[in-house]
């Protein structure tokens, strides 16, 4: 069975740092893309960050880059993410995502961990 | 970025309707489109991938169809575990945009 569970979340300050860990079991974790998808209050889902399954390539989104860092360690089965420069609007559920790959080479997130609180307030 | 527009956002229906939902990209993905269930207080669950394949274990109610910008996710029977919120999403590229969301709610 696919779990993954996330730790790290927790209450930091404006232009703090925080660093998201991920614990994957029931598969082979290197063989397989993951990703970050968080959720503000009351908001819909944002993509915020993907690492291929050998961790040579990392995607992030626009509002992310040059502040989060995507990485994993395949010996521990974790993916990682490092979150600097914190802001108010940052405050959301990050949801830690197994990616698979269907037919036609078509992505998708088909497991998903329950989620971390991330909240930035002074 | 992809821009991905649900409508509706927010439907009000009985048990037994038929409901519809559909999201538009801002450019043609083929058919690169997955759907997703939440329900509050829970992660998002896949229901279907590549606009119009059931995900295993997903009842047969659910249908999704859609091509190139234009696509559809289709309750055909609206059970009483349906109610939450629906969410399409583009893999044709990354960003891995998601629409806005519809809400699901009782008439």
């Known amino acids: 069975e696919v779990q993954l569970l996330e730790s790290g979340g927790g209450l930091v300050q404006p232009g703090g740092s925080l660093r998201l860990s991920c614990a994957a079991s029931g598969f082979t974790f290197s063989n397989y893309a993951m990703s970050w998808v968080r959720q503000a209050p009351g908001k819909g889902l944002e993509w915020v960050s993907g690492i291929s399954g050998s961790g040579g390539s990392t995607y992030y989104a626009d509002s992310m880059k040059g502040r989060f860092t995507i990485s994993r360690d395949s010996s521990r089965s974790t993916l990682y993410l490092q979150m600097n420069s914190l802001r108010a609007e940052d405050t959301a559920v990050y949801y830690c995502?197994?990616?698979?790959?269907?037919?036609?080479?078509?992505?998708?997130?088909?497991?998903w961990g329950q989620g971390t609180l991330v909240t930035v307030s002074s | 970025d992809i821009q991905m527009t649900q409508s509706p956002s927010s439907l009000s229906a009985s048990v037994g309707d038929r409901v519809t939902i559909t999201c538009r990209a801002s450019?043609?993905?083929?058919?690169?489109v997955n759907w997703y269930q939440q329900k509050p207080g829970r992660a998002p669950k896949l229901l279907i991938y590549?606009?119009?394949t059931l995900q295993s274990g997903v009842p047969s109610r659910f249908s999704g169809s859609g091509s190139g910008t234009d696509f559809t996710l289709t309750i055909s029977s609206l059970q009483p575990e349906d109610f939450a919120t629906y969410y399409c999403?583009?893999?044709?590229?990354?960003?891995?945009?998601f629409g806005q969301g519809t809400k699901v709610e009782s008439k």
């Open positions: 450019q043609s993905i083929s058919s690169y």
């Open positions: 995502v197994k990616e698979g790959v269907a037919g036609f080479g078509v992505v998708t997130f088909d497991y």
């Open positions: 999403q583009q893999s044709f590229r990354t960003p891995h945009t």
């Open positions: 590549a606009a119009s």
